[in-house]
């Protein structure tokens, strides 16, 4: 039996043991009472009565282990033509110094700060300043637009507010102050403060009553130590797209995080503390929360911290140039990112400029990973192409090749098997284990391993309903697969109406409510059709109100402009077509899956509970004249 069985036995068979000696690589304040206490599943508490902060494992106990001069963040931002290196010493006076600021303007244990903010080192000094004194933090990605990040502020009720003047997109300045004081004027619940960051592309407009500048804000402030918080506070909440309009408040609880975190830079990267470890992600998204943040600086690594894109900033050869330059030695990404790579220099030619020397392996996720995308990265870049499956609710991966651990045969189309710890099962509708080989619901069973989700922020009821309820005794995953007869994973979609773009995670039901707005709109349905860049991307299908003579695409217009609008440029949503009708079963529900299979060019079975089988006709003939399928 081969490390990987062992490892994965041990923790099925011993997980107290297991993760109590993954949580000795921390330092605590006060030592857990208890490993693992399920006596309230599913609220399963990890190292409950444990000490412990966030913070000073990530900067101050490298400062005590010599670490002090060695870079902590390289921020590489080709988008300002800006680079610049924080040692941890660096990071540790500039974070101890944020959290004096927090505490100045009355921020404390619990309090919650939103992070509104590009990819830039205040970003991060944010973060780590409201774990040193225990606030809890909210990051909302900068694509979002006023409404989405007001939804987050009434739901999370800031003490303060951190954002930036701008952010920068290729070719465009994203002004963040105005999308900001939108939401402010959206929101019902208000901060004391709001801190900007004031960058040289774009300065903002400051409200002298509630704004101050980042610089000024520390003026009469003294950097502080970290306080003590219990195992099981939360250390941030990540709101993440539900099946309706209202975001998800991922609550991340604080020791599970550490030791999960910690024990995966080893044990899945195989990465070594001192060693240069890259995730292409955004801050937003909880792959920049556990890898470009946290795990990366509590194993003692270096940290790329990226403002750029994979392509265009300023060719396609920007991941391999930064690889090199900055001797990285394990990289993450989306698939998306290798694809767009891929279109624009598809037969590799820019690595040829590069020493990759340093690089030892590729991690990619947010996204099913097609075959031929990995194949095209494993040549290019020869090095070993890990597919990793995982959510924003899990915090780490489900299922990894655990290339610390032992490397299993890689199979394209499959992110290998479960991860230590994760108790994956495929079920059939009533509950049971399928057989190897059949499609069902991929589910976890229950206890989730330390790091995952505790709850959702302050609605332990839709944490039950969204994800305990419909498979008593597991985590439903949302996700549909197979486990094949080598116990590998293969992840093919999503049961409910969440899309992945871009490997950026969207609520087609939210993209339904803001085109249901338009005054004109009698119906609409939005799935998530295939794209060739980005896996999926939404496809709006509107039915006007009667009596309305506008021409559809002036309503098409507008819906595209409402959605950039109320949920931001990050949904992608370009293409919608007014049709006369939807496709309905008898009972009146909107046969979405069916149309999404007409889109694709996949074959489908005309459901038998369909009202009236010709609209699949219409539908087809519709989308056919938008290039459907594509
Ligand atoms: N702030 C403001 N706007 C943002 C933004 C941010 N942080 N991130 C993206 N946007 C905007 C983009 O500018 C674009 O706007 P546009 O409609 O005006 O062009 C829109 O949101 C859509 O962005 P995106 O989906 O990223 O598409 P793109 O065409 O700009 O870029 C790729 C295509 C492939 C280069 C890009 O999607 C990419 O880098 N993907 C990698 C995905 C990734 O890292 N995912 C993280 C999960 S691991
Ligand atoms: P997010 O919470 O934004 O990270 O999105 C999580 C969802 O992305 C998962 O539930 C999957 O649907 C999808 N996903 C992430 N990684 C993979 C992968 N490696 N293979 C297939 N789907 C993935």
Same mark, same amino acid.
């Given at each position: ?72 963040? !390289? ?38 700060? $939103? ?22 933090? *909210? ?21 303060? $507010? ?105 044990? !899945? ?53 930064? !690889? *090199? ?138 944490? /039950? ?27 093919? *979609?999503?049961?409910?109406? /969440? /899309? ?94 069916? !149309? ?35």
């Amino acid at each position: 039996m081969g490390l990987y069985s062992t490892t994965y036995n041990y923790a099925q068979n011993h997980p107290e043991d297991f993760w109590s000696e993954a949580a000795e690589q921390l330092v605590w304040q006060k030592r857990w009472d208890k490993v693992l206490d399920d006596n309230n599943s599913p609220f399963t508490k990890w190292f409950s009565g444990g000490k412990i902060n966030t913070c000073y494992n990530a900067l101050d106990v490298h400062l005590a282990a010599g670490r002090g001069e060695q870079a902590a963040i !390289i921020y590489d931002s080709p988008v300002t033509e800006t680079k610049e290196i924080l040692s941890y010493n660096d990071l540790y006076e500039r974070v101890s110094a944020f959290a004096g600021v927090l505490v100045k303007y009355g921020v404390t244990y619990g309090d919650r700060v $939103i992070i509104y903010m590009p990819m830039i080192p205040e970003t991060v000094i944010a973060m780590l300043a409201c774990t040193r004194i225990g606030a809890i933090h *909210s990051v909302v990605f900068g694509g979002f637009a006023s409404n989405e990040l007001a939804k987050r502020i009434d739901d999370a009720k800031p003490k303060l $507010i951190v954002s930036s003047s701008c952010g920068i997109e290729p070719g465009r300045v994203v002004s963040y102050k105005p999308l900001l004081n939108g939401a402010l004027a959206l929101a019902k619940h208000q901060p004391d403060k709001c801190i900007i960051v004031q960058r040289k592309m774009e300065q903002a407009d400051l409200d002298h009553q509630r704004d101050i500048e980042w610089f000024d804000a520390h003026t009469g402030s003294n950097p502080v130590d970290c306080v003590e918080v219990s195992a099981l506070d939360p250390v941030y909440i990540l709101y993440t797209s539900g099946t309706t309009g209202v975001p998800k408040g991922v609550v991340r609880p604080t020791g599970g995080h550490l030791v999960s975190l910690k024990w995966s830079m080893k044990n !899945i990267f195989d990465v070594n503390p001192g060693e240069v470890y890259w995730a292409a992600s955004d801050v937003g998204w909880v792959v920049g929360h556990s890898y470009i943040v946290y795990a990366p600086l509590l194993h003692g690594c270096t940290s790329v911290l990226y403002e750029g894109k994979p392509v265009g900033t300023p060719d396609a050869g920007a991941f391999w140039r930064v !690889i *090199s330059e900055h001797k990285v030695s394990c990289m993450f990404t989306a698939p998306t990112a290798i694809r767009a790579i891929k279109k624009e220099d598809p037969s590799g030619d820019l690595i040829k400029k590069y020493d990759m020397s340093f690089l030892r392996s590729q991690f990619l996720a947010g996204e099913r990973c097609d075959p031929d995308t990995l194949r095209w990265t494993e040549k290019l870049l020869k090095v070993p192409v890990i597919d990793h499956w995982w959510q924003t609710e899990t915090g780490w991966p489900i299922a990894s090749n655990c290339l610390g651990l032992e490397q299993l045969p890689i199979k394209p189309g499959s992110p290998t098997c479960a991860v230590p710890s994760w108790n994956i099962e495929v079920l059939d509708s009533s509950c049971k284990p399928v057989k190897a080989g059949e499609i069902g619901a991929i589910s976890i069973k229950l206890p989730l391993p330390p790091g995952a989700l505790s709850t959702l922020w302050q609605n332990n009821q839709r944490f /039950i309903e969204s994800y305990m309820e419909d498979y008593p005794g597991y985590y439903q995953t949302g996700d549909a697969g197979i486990i094949d007869e080598d116990n590998y994973l293969h992840v093919m *979609s999503r049961t409910d109406d /969440i /899309i992945n773009v871009a490997g950026h995670r969207l609520s087609t039901g939210g993209i339904e409510q803001v085109l249901a707005s338009h005054p004109d709109v009698a119906e609409c349905a939005v799935l998530g059709v295939a794209d060739n860049l980005k896996g999926q991307v939404p496809l709006g299908l509107l039915v006007l109100k009667d009596g309305v003579h506008k021409p559809g695409q002036e309503i098409v217009n507008d819906v595209i402009k409402l959605v950039r609008e109320e949920i931001g440029p990050v949904a992608s949503f370009r293409t919608a077509v007014v049709v006369d009708r939807l496709p309905k079963t008898r009972s009146g529900k909107i046969l979405r899956g069916t !149309i999404k299979l007409i889109a694709d060019g996949e074959p489908f079975d005309v459901p038998a509970t369909i009202d009236d089988p010709l609209i699949l006709d219409e539908i087809a003939n519709i989308l056919s004249k938008i290039g459907y399928p594509g």
